[in-house]
């Protein structure tokens, strides 16, 4: 079999067939599958066992916040092991738990905390992919002898010039994961498969169905990384003292209290109280923030800005470009600084090293900590942290 798959382009090819012992069977290609406990993991690793991988399941278990039980979300991690452990079985691919307790509470967790400690609104599963799924699983995996790793996520994988890779969006436009896949590089791209990334959410339920798996009907996870949902304001109050501090409008009189503007995140429209008012009954959002002197400042207007152009150029840190290469500030590109947002028209003022200012066609709302995600067309170039 000289391809995988071969119509589906993020499929990499088989490049030299590998024989043991002189004889004329092939050794499968070893593929370790991140498996969550959730659909589209499950239906990830039954269509590589279906196209003829050697395939093993591995649950990674993380660290989980010690919570109440009335606060606990309704799956814990036992449930979505057993799960996966289910679907394994139904396939009949050999399955293995691996512990990231460590890793995950150091690199992701104490990584928050300290964002929001410091004033800023950090994305967790960016940092959970690097460091996590793309970091030490990755390694692990490699390390035992897998030619590749492969998830759940809905993306691409395009086999570009010579040795290089290219990360696409995923097909399904509403589901699209490369937002949370910038710091991926070639070493990832090469040796990763996202057997999902050419279908929409609902043929990978239709699959999951026709394939008779146990977790084709279990709901989508939704939250932290591998914790799932969790009331963030009750998760920081364990390590962050709430402090209550003044809602300004923007006229900059006090209309109100908040918990905290640590707490909040440009573009919040709840958890603050608004005693006054006024006639208007159009909601509020959260336009700016002053940590030191613990105010928020509201506004109707969802999009503006707290200085003359502020919204429009937006300055990135921790930049990186997964082909290594910058482009051109002629270059006619597009960004989204939230997950699910519309692409924006940008291109890029001045770059340095580990430092870009991307300049927008129209005003953005960005929050301080946040990814800013650069594409050309559909294919993530890289991205940074909003400054």
């Known amino acids: 079999m000289a391809r995988i798959w071969n119509k589906h382009k993020q499929f990499h090819p088989v490049r030299k067939n590998r024989f043991s012992n002189g004889a004329n069977t092939p050794l499968k290609k070893k593929v370790f599958v991140g498996m969550s406990g959730g659909v589209d ?4 690793a039954a269509l590589l066992e279906k196209q003829g991988y050697d395939v093993t399941g591995v649950f990674i278990k993380v660290w989980q916040p010690e919570l109440e039980p009335s606060r606990r979300t309704v799956c814990t991690w036992r449930d979505d092991r057993r799960d996966a452990m289910r679907v394994a079985a139904h396939l009949g691919i050999k ?10 509470k150091r690199d992701v967790v104490d990584y928050m905390i300290a964002e929001y400690r410091n004033g800023r609104t950090p994305n967790p599963d960016v940092m959970c992919n690097r ?3 793309f970091g030490a699983f990755f390694d692990w995996a490699v390390a035992r002898g897998a030619d590749y790793i492969a998830t759940g996520h809905y993306a691409r994988i395009k086999h570009g010039e010579g040795d290089m890779f290219n990360l696409l969006a995923g ?23 996202f057997p999902i990334g050419k279908f929409e959410k609902s043929a990978v339920r239709e699959m999951a169905r026709k394939m008779q798996l146990p977790t084709a009907d279990k709901k989508d996870s939704q939250g932290l990384c591998f914790i799932g949902k969790l009331d963030m304001r009750e998760f920081l109050r364990e390590f962050i003292s709430e402090n209550e501090g003044e809602v300004i409008d923007e006229n900059g009189a006090v209309v109100g209290t908040h ?9 919040q429209r709840h958890g603050f109280v608004v005693i006054k008012s006024g006639t208007s009954e159009r909601p509020y959002y959260v336009v700016d923030k002053d940590t030191t002197r613990n105010r928020i400042v509201i506004s109707h207007d969802k999009i503006r800005a ?16 997964i082909a290594n290469v910058v482009p051109e500030a002629r270059d006619k590109l597009s960004a989204r600084v939230r997950y699910r947002q519309p692409l924006q028209t940008c291109h890029i003022l001045r770059a340095n090293d580990g430092g870009v200012e991307l300049l927008f066609d129209e005003p953005q709302l960005a929050a301080s900590g946040q990814s800013a995600v650069i594409y050309r067309n559909d294919e993530c170039l890289g991205g940074g942290v909003i400054a």
């Open 41 to 44: 993991s499950s239906v990830s």
């Open 95 to 104: 399955f293995l738990t691996v512990d990231f307790e460590a890793e995950y």
């Open 131 to 133: 460091s996590i799924k």
């Open 171 to 193: 097909v399904d436009t509403n589901k699209d994961q490369s937002y949370f896949l910038w710091m991926l590089g070639h070493k990832h791209l090469s040796r990763t498969l």
């Open 259 to 267: 918990h905290g503007a640590h707490l909040y995140t440009i573009g």
């Open 306 to 321: 707290t200085a003359e152009g502020v919204a429009t150029a937006i300055v990135l840190r921790d930049v990186h470009w």
